[in-house]
């Protein structure tokens, strides 16, 4: 997501880096990085928890709760979850805008969400989000919907070599113009930096998945189940992002 307007010219970028991950049984992928760019200033977080200010760390503690200041911004830490595996991340850009980052630090899976109240976002935005004016996911063209072919609208939307790289790890496979990786072995696996998530999961069933995604509904639920099975993770299903679990 970009806007050039944001704080009268100021400008933000949030960029996310997913991983591939092939299991005996299953491949899927997931957000295992993101970082938001406010003027010069780069934030990035990591799938272990970890948070860099400007490709320093760590901008807080590793493993307590607390505050800081990012780029004139206040940025919140908290730790939820029955374990407290979840760390989330409240980056407030105004009285009612917010980035939300959550990271599950078991699983290693991120979560990205613009929380607004009263407030949008600026009318030029763009992204893999869509724009505030509309329901539609357009391309980078700004004219073709693309809100039914979701592979076509990721890969409109992957960084380009002429576009700022956010991350620290500038050269992480694969770059533009390599596209997105769709099959297993089109591309050595040696970037995928969280490999014990296939080292430790265990075998959950549809059963025991459903009883733990109770409280999601309507296609998020599918969602739980699917990543909790996937993942070998019970406590997935606590993230707000499937509707279920601890609210917070």
């Keep these: ?106 699983s290693g899976m991120i979560y990205v969400d613009f929380l607004l109240g009263s407030s949008s976002f600026p009318s030029d935005s763009v992204g893999l989000l869509g724009s505030p004016l509309h329901d539609k996911l357009l391309s980078r063209d700004g004219t073709t919907d693309l809100s039914s072919a979701p592979n076509s609208h990721g890969e409109q939307w992957q960084v380009h070599s002429n576009e700022p790289k956010l991350f620290k790890d500038m050269n992480r496979s694969p770059q533009h113009p390599l596209g997105c990786i769709y099959e297993a072995g089109q591309q050595e696996a040696t970037y995928l930096r969280r490999r014990h998530l296939m080292d430790y999961v265990t075998e959950i069933t549809v059963e025991a998945a459903e009883e733990a995604c109770a409280r999601a509904t309507g296609v998020k639920k599918q969602f739980c189940i699917d990543d909790v099975i996937a993942t070998g993770d019970f406590e997935l299903a606590e993230d707000r992002f499937y509707g279920g679990g601890e609210k917070f």
């Design 1 to 106: 997501m970009k806007s050039k307007t944001f704080e009268s010219g100021l400008g933000l970028r949030v960029h996310i880096r997913t991983t591939r991950v092939d299991k005996q049984r299953m491949s899927f992928s997931y957000i295992s990085g993101t970082t938001v760019q406010l003027g010069a200033d780069i934030l990035e977080v990591q799938d272990d928890g970890s948070i860099l200010m400007n490709g320093n760390y760590p901008l807080l503690h590793e493993s307590e709760e607390g505050s800081g200041d990012f780029a004139g911004h206040a940025i919140t830490k908290t730790l939820k979850g029955k374990r407290k595996h979840i760390i989330v991340y409240d980056l407030s850009l105004d009285t009612d805008m917010s980035i939300e980052v959550r990271v599950n630090t078991r």
